[in-house]
């Protein structure tokens, strides 16, 4: 099943619904406010997105998960906000909008694994931007990019939604530090008591860059003062950056 999809929505709108005060203060202290649009990237269910429309941030969203905009199009109406929604994979984003501002948070855009695409997906977000268009990325080497692991890394994650019901994820990840990539082989399992409502399976794949590589791969699209500097937020045992650079 594609990755992101209803059951993993539910779940991570319950796990974390709304970025921590600390990470969205970061992005407003470095967004244009009054000189056009944003676009976040990858948006998902709003998470950072709606605190910052709240904020006053002209923000769109862009996100290929038809559950997580689904999701974060409701919360955004029922917070009486209105910000646009895309859905589109950013490597062929093709939006009526260009912006000031494009960001990508939480690492997402680590999920993007195959070169090509990658590059792709840079070069359609400098395509959307006008000048001097900032791009800004937060991205993080997870602590796992050190070690060869015997075995897949199991770990069990539950969150309890609002009808009391619960999901449970469970997921194996395993990594090939020498390439850069881990895998993760997630398993949604929703329970109300001892019934069983639903399940759902995912695939999610992911990888990491130094900061010299990811300065490269930004430089090679075609951007312009690229630099590395402090993360958005703390990942628990990674190294975290953010990226920034203009059109």
């Not at 605190?51 to 862009?62: A, E, I, N, S």
């Not at 080497?141 to 619960?166: I, M």
């Not at 090939?176 to 019934?195: F, I």
Request: glycine share 6%; charged share 20%; with cysteine.
């Amino acid at each position: 099943m594609p990755a992101y999809g209803p059951l993993a929505t539910l779940f991570y709108d319950a796990d974390k619904p709304r970025a921590p005060d600390t990470e969205v203060t970061w992005y407003t202290q470095r967004l244009p406010r009054d000189t056009g649009l944003t676009l976040e990237a990858m948006c998902g269910s709003g998470r950072l997105l709606i605190p910052l429309v709240t904020l006053g941030v002209k923000c769109h969203g862009v996100d290929n998960s038809h559950a997580m905009l689904t999701s974060c199009e409701a919360r955004i109406k029922a917070a009486g906000l209105t910000a646009p929604l895309f859905r589109q994979g950013i490597a062929q984003m093709n939006l009526p909008f260009r912006y000031a501002a494009i960001f990508i948070a939480a690492g997402s855009f680590q999920l993007i694994t195959d070169p090509a695409t990658a590059a792709a997906a840079l070069q359609r977000m400098r395509a959307h931007l006008i000048a001097p268009g900032l791009l800004l990325m937060d991205m993080y080497v997870p602590s796992e990019s050190a070690h060869r692991l015997g075995a897949p890394l199991v770990e069990v994650r539950t969150t309890k939604l609002e009808d009391g019901s619960q999901i449970a994820l469970r997921s194996e990840t395993t990594v090939w530090a020498d390439a850069r990539l881990s895998r993760s082989e997630n398993r949604y399992a929703h329970r109300r008591g001892n019934e069983r409502v639903g399940e759902e399976r995912e695939t999610l794949t992911l990888t990491w860059y130094s900061p010299d590589e990811i300065t490269a791969l930004v430089k090679d699209a075609g951007f312009h003062d690229v630099g590395i500097g402090p993360p958005a937020r703390a990942v628990d045992d990674a190294h975290a950056y953010s990226v920034t650079a203009r059109l």
